[in-house]
Each structure stands twice: as structure tokens, then as C-alpha cells.
């Protein structure tokens, strides 16, 4: 059973135009959420973070919105450049377990010039 | 560099063969994490090791698969007497084992096992 899903498997967005890459968790345990980004062959690398004591976390273009009663948390590129074209793991961890970090399926975004 | 660092960087092996993949860690990181990630999946986990702790090795698919973690330093991870559905890439990623519990990530070893 999946506990953080990514119901989209790949998302393509015009350049300037705002990517929402949605990510829904099943575990009301989990307090801190993070996105990472990975290009091909490469490792994911860390890319925002949100505690859940927050409902929002913005770093210049990258925002992360939490709903926690919805189970549902969402990053938003805003303007989308081709160089985001990536896969986009949203990923979770339980406030009893920090370090134990469940990883969702992952979301292949292609950003059209 | 100073990132997390993993050998091979490719492996071809033959059904049946044992193979030996490592990770080197971030000096200092505590935490450090073994993933799968075949062709279209998303990241599996397999096995956590956390400084001294007994590793949790809850992810290992089978008892074909061990990993060894030598103090806070090298890991490897074992893959014995292959088979095809093992080949995949395996991810390494190190933490400082604190909140703040942001994985670093090497560069895979992309395993093919033929």
C-alpha cells in the first residue's frame, strides 16, 4: 500500500507558465514533507522542504502548499523554465521516525519551449 | 567533491553471479539509505543504517540482498546469485541523521543483470 502517491505520472507545461505537481499521503503520522528533483542519471537532489506546522514554504521560484486535513500537498513552479524538465519525487517522513523517509512514485514534468 | 560518491558506476553481470555495489557517504553524515529504482518505478527503499543502530532492513526484497555498513563511513550492498529482475539503478543517500533530515544522493549504479 502506498502511502505517499503521486497520481500523475508526468505532467508537460508551456515555458513561463505555472507546473503544479500534486502529492497525496495516506499517513497522519507523517510531519515533514520534501521534494527532490532528478535528472537522468543523476541522483534526486533536495529541492524544498515543509514542516507541517506550516501550510506554506516558498524559495524563489518553488513553493510547497500543505493541507494537512486534505492529506495533500502540492509544488508550484512558477514561471516554469525547460531547465525543471525533470522527475519530481515528493517524499515524507513520521514525527516518531524523522529519518525514515517514504518516497512517492514520482511525477516526469517536461517544460515546452 | 565532497557529495556522495558510488562504484560502479555501471555493472553487467550474468544471471546467477554475486555482485558488490558501494557507497561512500558524506564524511560526518550518520544516516545513509539504500534505494532501488527500476526502469519506470519510483524509489524503493531497502536498507537504513543509523550510526550504531541495528540497520532496518525491512525494504530488502529478498535474503539474496545484504548490505554491511563499516562505522559511519562505506557501505556496501550484495546482491547474491542475480536475476533478471534485479537489474535496475541503486540509488545511495547519506544524512545528517538529524530533523532537518535532507538525503543526499549519489549517482546511481545502473545494474544489468543479462
Known amino acids: 500500500d502506498q502511502q505517499v502517491k503521486q497520481n500523475s505520472p508526468s505532467l508537460s507545461v508551456q515555458e513561463g507558465r505555472i507546473s503544479i505537481l500534486n502529492c497525496d499521503y495516506t499517513?497522519?503520522?507523517?510531519?515533514?514533507f520534501l521534494w527532490y528533483k532528478k535528472y537522468p542519471a543523476e541522483g534526486p537532489t533536495f529541492l524544498i522542504s515543509?514542516?507541517?506546522?506550516?501550510d506554506k514554504n516558498e524559495d524563489g521560484r518553488f513553493t510547497v502548499f500543505l493541507n494537512k486535513s486534505a492529506k495533500h500537498l502540492s509544488l508550484h513552479i512558477v514561471p516554469s523554465q525547460p531547465g525543471d524538465s525533470a522527475v519530481y519525487f515528493c517524499?515524507?517522513?513520521?514525527?516518531?521516525?524523522?529519518?525514515?523517509?517514504?518516497f512517492g512514485p514520482g511525477t516526469s514534468l517536461s517544460v515546452i519551449p | 567533491g565532497a557529495g556522495v560518491s558510488q562504484s560502479p558506476s555501471n555493472k553487467v553481470t550474468e544471471k546467477g553471479k554475486d555482485v558488490e555495489l558501494r557507497c561512500d557517504p558524506i564524511?560526518?553524515?550518520?544516516?545513509l539509505y539504500w534505494y532501488r529504482q527500476r526502469l519506470g518505478q519510483g524509489l524503493e527503499f531497502l536498507i537504513y543504517?543509523?550510526?550504531?543502530?541495528?540497520?532496518?532492513k525491512s525494504g530488502l526484497p529478498s535474503d539474496r540482498f545484504s548490505a554491511e555498513r563499516t562505522g559511519e563511513s562505506v557501505s556496501t550492498l550484495t546482491i547474491q546469485r542475480t536475476q533478471q529482475e534485479d537489474s535496475a539503478v541503486y540509488l545511495c543517500?547519506?544524512?545528517?541523521?538529524?530533523?532537518?533530515?535532507?538525503?543526499?544522493f549519489g549517482p546511481g549504479t545502473r545494474l544489468t543483470v543479462l
Open positions: 499517513n497522519s503520522m507523517f510531519d515533514y
Open positions: 515543509i514542516s507541517s506546522i506550516k
Open positions: 543517500a547519506s544524512s545528517p541523521g538529524t530533523y532537518n533530515n535532507e538525503q543526499f
Open positions: 564524511s560526518g553524515h550518520t544516516a
Open positions: 517524499a515524507a517522513s513520521p514525527k516518531t521516525s524523522y529519518d525514515k523517509v517514504i
Open positions: 543504517f543509523q550510526g550504531n543502530s541495528a540497520p532496518d
